[in-house]
């Protein structure tokens, strides 16, 4: 019975209306869905049931329904579910959609043979649960069954991780990986607090957690625990012209030799190890200086007390992920004091080099400064710097 359609309806409805509709086709999707792997069921129950079968099936069932292999290859998945009269039931009953048949399926397949009929019993009990939270009680259930993990191996397989990045001629880095469950695990815990989003902020959530993921590669690379290579600790090296970056005229390179504009490195240089060469017309060293820290740990723990974090007004972030950044940088006779720095996360530290937002110390606390045409006349300093709290 072919299903008619006012198109002309929907705009007249209002939204408790047209939700109402909406998940009236959700269930009528559902049912259809039913309805079609009960069909390719009955159809697999006429053939022998062998492997050969199967694939015969899945060839039969792309070509009739005009579907994708992989759409095929779960159909007829979920049709073989049906020869379990309970399953059979929970999906008629509109309880077992196509997600919630697809995790059942790997469920069992993964379960012993003798513990099939408990597991599918426990999981159909649960089908009211999201469908997140269903995939949980899946994967809990297989981990009671197997409390010891597999059997142990003279050699144990790896987990399954892969990570691949390049340059792109932007200088940009382009990455993608595979991680296993608990290092992903692990990414998730040290990402969701660096992500949350700041007052007024704008940015998407792929934004905020590339973020995210920079501040875990300042933090990482701030590490006493990092190897050394070549004799040395992880660094960035960036090579200037001293009278370039004095002025913020033209920019340098990275040692590999990628660009990188004058005020990223100057801006990198406001809370950094750094060290001085000095170089001929042709670029051969004459003179090598000592490694110093711009900013000595006793001062940035008085910075710490002062700000308490990234004190941008409204920001929380805490001092372990802030630079100290020179309100005049030493590049133009800044001094180091107290009175010249103000701890700011990465994003408002890139924020005060690049725009042309302003900080600077009154009355011994930090007060930033917004660009005229966002903020007409108006100063903001941080809210409770002031308080002590």
Same mark, same amino acid.
């Given at each position: ?5 006012? %198109? /002309? ?6 939204? /408790? !209306? ?6 009236? %086709?959700?269930?009528?999707?559902? !049912?259809? +869905?039913?309805?079609?792997? $009960? ?15 199967? =694939? ?12 994708? &292999? &992989? ?23 509109? $309880? ?17 043979? @003798?513990?099939? *009929?408990?597991?599918? %019993?426990? @999981?159909?009990?649960? /089908? ?10 899946? &994967?809990?259930?297989? =981990? ?20 691949? +990045? ?15 469950? $608990? ?8 990402? !969701?607090?660096?992500? &949350?989003?700041?007052? *007024? *902020? ?15 590669? $300042? ?50 240089? #406001? ?7 000095? @170089? ?29 974090? #990234?004190?941008?007004?409204? #920001? ?7 630079? %100290? ?37 009154? *009355? ?26």
């Amino acid at each position: 019975m072919e299903a008619t359609w006012d %198109a /002309t309806a929907a705009w007249r409805m209002d939204d /408790t !209306s047209l939700w109402h509709a909406c998940d009236q %086709a959700q269930k009528i999707r559902q !049912s259809a +869905y039913v309805r079609l792997v $009960e069909m390719v069921a009955e159809l697999w129950n006429r053939t022998g049931r062998s492997k050969e079968d199967r =694939v015969s099936m899945v060839a039969q069932v792309q070509t009739q329904l005009r579907v994708s &292999k &992989k759409d095929a290859l779960q159909i007829v998945a979920h049709a073989q579910l049906f020869g379990r009269e309970a399953v059979r039931d929970a999906a008629r009953a509109g $309880e077992l959609d196509a997600d919630r048949l697809t995790v059942l399926d790997q469920t069992l397949a993964q379960a012993p043979v @003798l513990d099939r *009929d408990e597991v599918e %019993a426990e @999981l159909i009990n649960n /089908t009211h649960l999201p469908l997140h939270h269903f995939r949980l009680a899946a &994967k809990r259930i297989l =981990v009671l069954l197997d409390q010891d993990g597999p059997e142990p191996r003279d050699d144990p397989a790896r987990p399954k991780r892969e990570f691949h +990045y390049n340059n792109r001629p932007d200088g940009s880095v382009a990455f993608r990986g595979t991680i296993d469950s $608990e290092s992903g695990a692990m990414l998730a815990a040290l990402i !969701s607090p660096l992500a &949350k989003p700041k007052a *007024d *902020d704008t940015r998407t959530t792929p934004q905020r957690q590339g973020d995210a993921f920079a501040d875990m590669i $300042e933090l990482a690379a701030g590490s006493e625990n990092l190897p050394d290579e070549g004799g040395e600790r992880p660094h960035l090296a960036i090579t200037m012209h001293i009278r370039d970056f004095l002025q913020g005229l033209r920019g340098g390179e990275f040692e590999d030799g990628e660009p990188v504009d004058a005020e990223t490195g100057r801006r990198i240089a #406001c809370d950094s190890k750094a060290f001085r060469m000095v @170089l001929e017309e042709n670029s051969a060293p004459i003179n090598i200086g000592r490694s110093s820290r711009t900013v000595p740990i006793p001062m940035r723990r008085a910075l710490i007390v002062r700000d308490k974090g #990234c004190a941008f007004p409204g #920001c929380h972030r805490r001092p372990r992920q802030c630079h %100290a950044h020179h309100v005049i940088h030493w590049a133009d006779g800044g001094p180091t004091r107290l009175d010249n720095l103000v701890l700011a996360c990465s994003m408002h530290h890139r924020m005060i080099h690049h725009t042309r937002w302003t900080v600077e110390i009154v *009355d011994g606390l930090p007060v930033f400064t917004p660009p005229g045409e966002l903020r007409p006349g108006h100063r903001s300093g941080r809210p409770n710097s002031r308080l002590g709290v």
